[in-house]
Every structure is written in C-alpha cells, then in structure tokens.
C-alpha cells in the first residue's frame, strides 16, 4: 500500500508567521509531488508542483523536495487568514495496472489567527 | 468556463437506490480520475482513464460502483443500491499528458445517503 502522510494538525501560527507543512511518503519510485489547498466544503485547487530535488518558490509559497529522505514540505510567508484552509500532500505513485495515481495525504488543518 | 465540471452538485438519495454522477474534463485532458472524500479525510482514489480505457481500479472499490468513459470525453460513475457508507464527496479531476502533469478538481458532487 502506497502512502502519503501528514500531521491533520491543527497548526495554529499568527498572521504573518511562516506556516511550514510536511509530508512524507513511500513510494521510492515517484517523480512527480504536488500540494493543493482545500477550503471547507469546497474542492482541492492546485497551488505547487515539484518534480526536483531543492526548493521551488511561487509567491509566497515554497516547496522543498528530499527524495533520498522521501519528504515534501510546503512553506507559507507572511500567513494571512485567508490562509486557514486544509492542504492537501499529493504523490504521483505507481499503480498496479502500471499508471501514476495521484495519492493523497490526510491533509494538514492551517489555522492563521490575527 | 473551460475547468472540470460535474453534475450534479448535490444529490440526496434513498438507501438501495442507483445514482449516476457525471464529470466533464477540461477538453484537451485525456487523463481523469475519480476519487471519493470524506470528512477529514484526504481524496481516496477509485478509478482512472487515459482516454477511453479504465487503466486503473482501487481494490477498495466496491462491484456496486462503476464508471465509464465512452469516447474519451466526459465519465460517469454509477453507484448501485446505495448504502449509507456511500455517503461522500465524489471529486474527479483530470490532467494532460505525461505522469508529471498536474491534476485539475471539478467541484464535486456531494452525495446524501439517507
């Protein structure tokens, strides 16, 4: 069985703060890592990709990749409190019919507080 | 509006009914997958298409659930005599291309088992 997991928190951190995520998973064999975030009630919406190993910024996110320790993170600059929402940990893993699924974590609950 | 659409948005049904949910992928997507969400918890994968074949099954995935995806253009997914347990978020998204392309959600079909 694949896995992808994270803390369900919640993490409480101030406005402002840098929010820092993780996520580790099993599969050796994937390529591809993705974090989405998901209000409650609503759909996950894509915010990250990363494929390589180091840090890929966007805004003020940022996501670090460690194959050899098998672990994604995601950093949150400046959190605001449109920030508060679930993130979501997505590893493209090997299936076995031979295709890359998607497979999610448990997602991490972010509360940012004024 | 060109993103993953589904339909219905919510259905409320009656134990032992059938229920059939649809999924419209962004046009040029030829990879679309279904997945189910419960509160809590991250999406669970149930099944996935690249174009018209059904490459991959969850073995969780009971025999009362089926999906199809006739001409490789929009997919259905069929819940037969519903149980309470069916209860969930149905979430399919699709990507294009190879395994590194990024998943997109619809908004889900929020499903009632009463």
């Known amino acids: 069985q694949k896995e992808v997991e994270q803390n369900s928190g919640p993490l409480s951190v101030p406005e402002g703060a840098i929010a820092s995520l993780n996520c580790t998973y099993s599969?050796?064999?994937?390529?591809?890592f993705f974090w989405y975030r998901q209000y409650s009630g609503k759909s996950p919406e894509l915010i990250m990709s990363i494929y390589s190993n180091g840090d890929k910024e966007d805004g003020r996110f940022t996501a670090q990749l460690n194959k050899a320790s098998q672990y994604v993170s995601l950093l949150i600059r400046d959190s605001q409190p449109s920030d508060s929402a679930t993130y979501l940990c997505a590893v493209n893993t090997f299936a076995s019919g031979g295709s890359y699924i998607p497979t999610f974590g448990r997602g991490t609950s972010l509360i940012v507080h004024p | 509006d060109t993103g993953v659409s589904q339909d219905p948005r919510h259905k409320i049904t009656k134990r032992g009914q059938n229920v059939t949910f649809r999924c419209d992928p962004i046009?040029?997507?030829?990879?679309l997958y279904w997945y189910r969400q419960t509160l809590g918890q991250g999406p669970e994968f149930l099944t996935y298409f690249q174009n018209e074949a059904q490459l991959e099954k969850s073995r969780l995935l009971s025999d009362r659930f089926s999906a199809e995806r006739p001409k490789g253009s929009f997919s259905t997914l069929e819940i037969q005599r519903t149980e309470q347990g069916d209860s969930a978020m149905y979430l399919c998204?699709?990507?294009?291309?190879?395994?590194?392309?990024?998943?997109?959600f619809g908004q889900g079909t929020r499903l009632t088992v009463v």
């Open positions: 998204a699709s990507s294009l291309g190879d395994l590194n392309t990024e998943a997109f």
């Open positions: 599969d050796r064999v994937s390529q591809s």
């Open positions: 046009s040029e997507h030829n990879r």
